[in-house]
């Protein structure tokens, strides 16, 4: 089906080749999940399945692609859209129509494919990701993870023989991304599809693998079945990690299995006080204050009346279902969002009665796509463009706030060509020189894999050890055990629960991260958190 035959690829500006030799066969209707590091490479590997890689990113391609005996380097594109489906990372730069509807049939109507089976084919895949209630919904009226349903739905409509998904859960909540994993799975075993799936959310998606791909970092890809891979992987998801922690052989890749085995270790630190990641200062009164906050789309009420405060020093994580008003209370309490009634108050002034340069000393936010507040020629630029409009904040400047975040990025790099991870470092950078005491992330862990999330957790630790508020909107349960001191659940625009991380998260099947899954009636949330208890008990 899809055959690699000692395939490099550079880049015209890269030191090195980011693939290098690279052979692989992969036969019809098999699941291969690509791992790797942020930057490793894997979407240069997709993009080679239909041409986009080297037709539109550049570079140069040595060997052989082939997909279903056609040559990628003969066949661009749009001769292998019959063959070969892909979502990419940003569903929304994907679209070219208006409505979920119109989107999931345009795919066929460039393939000629038949009025009545395209009405059919649309009506099936409404039902499939459960997009059926926003089909004439516009699309750019759409959270993230429904935009991302629409994308993974349009390539889907006009049947391809292979599907090429670049995290397609990332901006998914738990429930809508097992929706979507298990709708791929069936088209695999029962159509006999073939899914290249790269995805940093490894907990989501290891157990439906038939094969994994693991690309080094170095060029060099390796392949093989899927508990062998993890034994030595540069990445692993949690279930991974406690069974290489354990001892476990073979490894577990889901949590049903892990707790096959469990038993000995849930003995072991059954007396154990799980310990918590930081300790916080006292409580102090909140730095925002949010009371009765409305926001409306037309009719659609996007947050019903919330009230929330947040204190200095604390990490909220903000969760709950695509479309349940994550980002749009992010946005009202910032001050540019809409809000259609309420009080927001940080330092006693509303941000939305100040000007943009005000509003950002008392709130920065950093949006899901972080690059959308990026629009100079280099990182230099936008770093003087952030000292001068800060000119007066208590605050360093902003070079010396990206190296902390992230170092060694060059000043003349353009900020479109950084890796996810430093994209969002150079974001927050330009947010913090602004030294706001209310630091609001919407997704900001979309693209980034084990080790900088680890690196984002750090960061996230220390602006709230200096004493800011920290809220962070995440479908990331992992994430949010680790990083966060409290969780606010939202649902249809209202607050359905509020309390520490702990008694949230394991009280809801959906939002409990593996580790308590596997170690229940414990409370543990992390390996870290099973490390520590294990060696108080061995010492």
């Known amino acids: ?76 594109p749009r001769e292998l859209a019959d063959v070969v489906g892909v979502v990419g990372q940003d ?49 750019h009226e759409l959270s993230g993870g429904q935009q991302q349903r ?35 799975t069936r088209l695999v075993h029962d159509l006999g599809v073939t899914v290249l799936l790269a995805e940093h959310r490894l907990e989501r998606v290891v157990q439906y693998a038939d094969r994994v791909i693991h690309l080094a970092g170095d060029g060099t890809v390796t392949d093989g079945a899927p508990a062998s891979m993890f034994a030595t992987s540069t990445v692993a998801p949690p ?51 949010a009371r009765n906050v409305i926001v409306r789309y037309g009719d659609v009420v996007a947050v019903r009346g919330i009230d929330l405060d947040l204190g200095a020093d604390e990490v909220t994580a903000l969760m709950g279902r695509n479309g349940s008003g994550k980002s749009s209370l992010l946005w009202a309490m910032q001050g540019s969002g809409k809000r259609q009634s309420g009080l927001v108050q940080v330092d006693g002034k509303d941000p939305k009665n100040l000007s943009a340069r005000a509003a950002r000393a008392l709130v920065g936010l950093v949006p899901q796509t972080p690059a959308d507040l990026l629009y100079l020629e280099t990182v230099a630029a936008e770093l ?34 950084l890796s996810e991870g430093q994209r969002l470092a150079l974001v927050l950078a330009l947010q913090l020189r602004a030294a706001p005491p209310v630091v609001l992330l919407d997704e900001p862990t979309r693209g980034l894999d084990y080790n900088a999330k680890r690196s984002l957790i750090r960061i996230v630790h220390e602006l709230a050890a200096e004493g800011r508020a920290v809220v962070i909107s995440t479908h990331d ?45 414990s409370r543990f949330l992390t390996v870290e958190q099973v490390v520590i208890a294990l060696d108080r008990a061995a010492s």
């Open 477 to 521: 349960v992992e994430f949010v055990a680790a990083a966060a001191d409290r969780v606010v659940v939202l649902a249809d625009g209202d607050i359905v629960a509020d309390g520490p991380t702990a008694d949230v998260v394991v009280a809801s099947p959906a939002y409990a991260p593996q580790v308590s899954k596997i170690l229940a009636p």
């Open 91 to 139: 569903p929304l730069a994907g679209f070219v129509t208006d409505t979920v509807e119109e989107e999931l049939a345009y795919g066929m109507e460039q393939l000629a494919v038949p009025a009545p089976v395209m009405r059919k084919r649309v009506e099936e895949t409404l039902d499939l990701l459960g997009l059926a209630d926003l089909r004439y919904r516009a699309l």
């Open 239 to 289: 279930v991974v990690e406690l069974g290489r922690l354990a001892g476990w052989s073979p490894l577990p890749l889901s949590v049903r299995d892990a707790r096959r085995v469990a038993a000995p270790l849930r003995e072991s630190i059954a007396r154990a006080q799980p310990v918590v990641a930081r300790a916080r200062a006292s409580a102090a009164a909140p730095l925002l204050r």
């Open 150 to 184: 629409v994308a993974i739905g349009a390539v889907l409509t006009p049947h391809p023989r292979v599907l090429v998904l670049d995290e397609p859960t990332s901006a998914l909540d738990p429930t809508a991304a097992e929706e979507v994993l298990a709708a791929i």
């Open 1 to 76: 089906m899809i055959d690699f035959d000692r395939v490099t690829i550079t880049y015209s500006d890269a030191p090195a080749p980011v693939l290098r030799d690279v052979n692989l066969h992969i036969d019809e209707g098999e699941l291969c999940l690509v791992v790797g590091r942020t930057g490793a490479g894997k979407s240069t590997l997709l993009g080679a399945v239909n041409g986009l890689v080297p037709h539109f990113t550049g570079g140069t391609l040595e060997g052989r692609v082939t997909v279903e005996r056609r040559d990628t380097a003969s066949f661009p």
């Open 384 to 417: 003087e463009q952030a000292d001068v409009e800060s000119h007066g904040a208590r605050s360093v400047p902003a070079r010396e706030i990206l190296d902390r975040l992230a170092s060694g990025i060059p000043d003349d790099v353009h900020p479109r060509d």
